[in-house]
């Protein structure tokens, strides 16, 4: 069953020139799928929900995932069903953390373009209509475009934009004129309509390999799907409690890139118990508890470097060479929240990973590449010399 689907997807006229004198099949606008992430979220779920609903864009279905709320969400979620059949939702029995959730629904949708949405945020009007605009305007084809985010504390808007998004924007980089064609879907009536702002492609920033974020939270992107599927199988997801938006991002802008749009897309709902900015973000001042509960971003790198390595075949000769895979592996390298881990793996996840993986790895980017790799990692030389002629420790 997909989600709802809002208003009627707007379709090309039926293409002249078949010969055999049947129609051929009507272009359709992509389906964009949002998963609504929940957990005892009832008092906001509502108006995000119709935030979803509201949407200019035509082709959207909507997925809300529960994880185990023991608020009012239950009831909230009867009243959405009631009102919205379209609606598909989602319970889990259990609360095993967001980013099991997040792959649920991801299993449940359709779209070609997904946006992961916080049940505690909103998406502004345009939100899904700009981002697919971005998407089919682009000559690079990146794996996720990424909104600002308003935030918004009780009912008023306090900042407009957002700290780490405002750090490539502040400065000259990622500006390629040339890099759109601003897209235009003849539908009877021209999709996007007179009043969407196409001077939105002047705002974009391209995003090139970084370890650092520098994106708007969650609510504020939307992937490619086929680019989540790169990351998506990773066992290791199912004991990553948050994170989320981290490990996506920072792997798939590591792979294929993403874009900045200096527009807001969504509104970020400060309310005292979020994860990330608690309060208003202020130059200078953290505003949230680094490795606090909750925070699970180192844990989230490590799995990460386990995925680029432990799936190196998906990438090695299809796009990259081996020495553009090594650099990138070097500059997405960080280290492990393991204590009882030895020094060398704790320093290096990626070393840990390539010596785990040697095996497999080897054959795509070079016995000599990865010794001389880790020994720059300072891995021992015991450990070096022994790959590939026992069961790696």
């Not at 200019?56 to 009012?72: F, H, K, M």
């Not at 959730?101 to 992961?116: N, T």
């Not at 969504?266 to 900015?277: C, E, K, P, Q, T």
Request: aromatic share 8%; with cysteine.
């Amino acid at each position: 069953m997909h989600g709802r689907m809002i208003n009627p997807a707007r379709r090309l006229e039926s293409l002249p020139g078949n010969s055999s004198g049947e129609d051929k099949p009507f272009l359709r606008l992509p389906l964009v799928s949002v998963i609504v992430i929940n957990f005892n979220y009832g008092r906001f779920l509502r108006a995000t929900v119709e935030s979803v609903l509201g949407q200019t864009y035509p082709n959207v279905e909507c997925i809300v995932v529960d994880n185990a709320s023991s608020d009012e969400s239950g009831t909230v979620l009867q009243a959405i069903e009631a009102r919205d059949a379209g609606v598909k939702i989602i319970r889990r029995a259990e609360n095993c953390g967001q980013t099991p959730a997040a792959l649920e629904g991801l299993a449940a949708s359709k779209g070609p373009y997904v946006i992961f949405l916080d049940a505690d945020d909103l998406l502004l009007p345009c939100c899904v209509e700009t981002h697919v605009f971005v998407h089919l305007s682009l000559r690079i084809h990146v794996g996720f475009t990424s909104g600002d985010m308003l935030q918004m504390s009780g009912d008023q808007i306090v900042l407009g934009t957002e700290h780490a998004f405002n750090r490539i924007l502040l400065t000259g980089r990622g500006i390629r004129p040339r890099a759109v064609r601003a897209y235009q879907h003849e539908s009877g009536g021209a999709w996007p309509g007179e009043d969407f702002n196409r001077h939105v492609l002047d705002t974009i920033r391209f995003v090139g390999l970084t370890n650092q974020w520098v994106w708007a939270p969650t609510s504020g992107n939307c992937f490619r799907r086929d680019a989540l599927c790169l990351f998506a199988d990773n066992p290791a997801l199912q004991n990553l409690k948050t994170g989320t938006d981290l490990y996506f991002c920072l792997g798939i802008n590591a792979v294929s890139g993403s874009v900045l749009i200096d527009a807001p897309v969504a509104v970020y709902r400060l309310h005292g118990g979020n994860i990330y900015s608690q309060r208003p973000q202020l130059n200078h001042v953290l505003c949230y508890e680094p490795g606090g509960a909750g925070d699970s971003n180192a844990n989230a790198r490590a799995v990460l470097a386990d995925q680029l390595i432990g799936r190196a075949d998906r990438f090695v000769e299809r796009g990259w060479i081996w020495i553009h895979y090594l650099w990138l592996l070097w500059r997405m390298d960080c280290k492990s929240p393991d204590p009882l881990l030895p020094p060398w793996k704790r320093r290096s996840c990626v070393a840990a990973a390539l010596v785990k993986n040697y095996e497999s790895v080897a054959p795509l980017l070079g016995t000599w590449p990865i010794k001389v790799w880790l020994a720059l990692c300072l891995v021992p030389w015991k450990v070096i010399s022994s790959l590939g002629k026992k069961p790696a420790s």
